[in-house]
C-alpha cells in the first residue's frame, strides 16, 4: 500500500479555481492508477477523476469533466487535480486514492477497487 496526502484545499468564491496535490510514500507508484474522490455533507463518496498509471488515460465524473483535470508525474510520486470554475456544489473533502493497476492504461471508477486513501483536504466554494 501506499501512504498518501492531500494538499491545496481551502475556501474559494465560485468560479475560481484551486490545485489539489497528492504526494505518495512507496517505490511502487508507477504501477498505480490514481483517483480523487469527494464526499459533501450528508451525502455519499462519489467518484471525481481517475488516471492510469502512465497517465495515458483519464475519467471523469459528469459533473466536473471540462472544468477538472487530473494529471500526474511519476518521477515525483504525485498527483494533481486542476478545478477550474468551481461551483457552490463542489464544495466537499476530497481525497486522493490508490488501485493496483493491471495494465498502464487501466482507470477505476469504484471506490472499492482502491485500497490506499489520504486522509483528505476540504474544499469550500461561496456562492
Known amino acids: 500500500q501506499l501512504q498518501l496526502v492531500e494538499s491545496g484545499g481551502g475556501l474559494v468564491q465560485a468560479g475560481g479555481s484551486l490545485r489539489l496535490t497528492c504526494t505518495a510514500s512507496?517505490?511502487?507508484?508507477?504501477?498505480?492508477?490514481m483517483g480523487w474522490f469527494r464526499q459533501a455533507p450528508g451525502k455519499e463518496r462519489e467518484f471525481v477523476a481517475a488516471?492510469?498509471?502512465?497517465?495515458?488515460?483519464?475519467d471523469y465524473a459528469d459533473s466536473v469533466k471540462g472544468r477538472f483535470t487530473i494529471s500526474r508525474d511519476n518521477a515525483k510520486n504525485t498527483v494533481w487535480m486542476q478545478m477550474n470554475s468551481l461551483k457552490p456544489e463542489d464544495t466537499a473533502v476530497y481525497y486522493c486514492?490508490?488501485?493496483?493497476?493491471?495494465?498502464?492504461?487501466?482507470?477505476?471508477?469504484?471506490?472499492?477497487?482502491?485500497?490506499?486513501w489520504g486522509r483528505g483536504t476540504q474544499v469550500t466554494v461561496s456562492s
Open positions: 512507496g517505490r511502487t507508484f508507477s504501477s498505480y492508477a
Open positions: 488516471i492510469s498509471w502512465s497517465g495515458s488515460s483519464t
Open positions: 486514492a490508490a488501485a493496483r493497476a493491471y495494465s498502464s492504461d487501466s482507470t477505476y471508477r469504484y471506490d472499492s477497487r482502491y485500497d490506499s
